[in-house]
């Protein structure tokens, strides 16, 4: 910090005038100066301070501007990624129902065959079922 100038003589005066000693006024003088130049800021504290903002504000400016351009190119990268995904999702989707068609098929016709083969057995069954009848039948005529 630049010094400021603090008349402490005058001050030193002034308190005498008020009914200070001069051991009093002179202490209380020097105390006072010393609190000016640590805690009072200048104009040149102040336009050197200003100039430390810009700077800070110019880096901070810098640093958006940075972090901008970084996540428009993120962003840029996510979407291609989103594009590349849709596209892949909707060929794994119509894999998917290309094979689930083919299996619903396949199952139709197993269903089909199994249905066929069933009515086989069972007319077989029936038949033999006709056959025994027939024959217990006619061995019933015969022996009543």
Known sequence: MTAIAFDTLKF???????GFTEQQAEALAA???????ENLATKRDMKELEV??????????????ELEVSLKHDIAEVKRDMKELDVSLKRDM??????LKR???????????GMKDLEYRM???LGAMLVLAVGAMATLVKIL
Do not use: G, P, Y
Not at 31 to 37: K, L, M, P, R, Y
Not at 52 to 65: P, Y
Not at 94 to 99: D, H, I, S
């Open 31 to 37: 105390a006072e100066a010393e609190f000016v130049e």
């Open 94 to 99: 119509k894999e998917l129902e290309v094979a």
């Open 123 to 125: 007319t077989i069954k």
């Open 12 to 18: 030193a005066k002034r308190l005498k005038e008020a």
């Open 52 to 65: 430390s903002l810009k700077q800070d504000i110019a880096e901070v400016k810098r640093d958006m501007k």
């Open 103 to 113: 299996d619903i098929k396949e199952l139709e016709t197993n269903l089909a065959r």
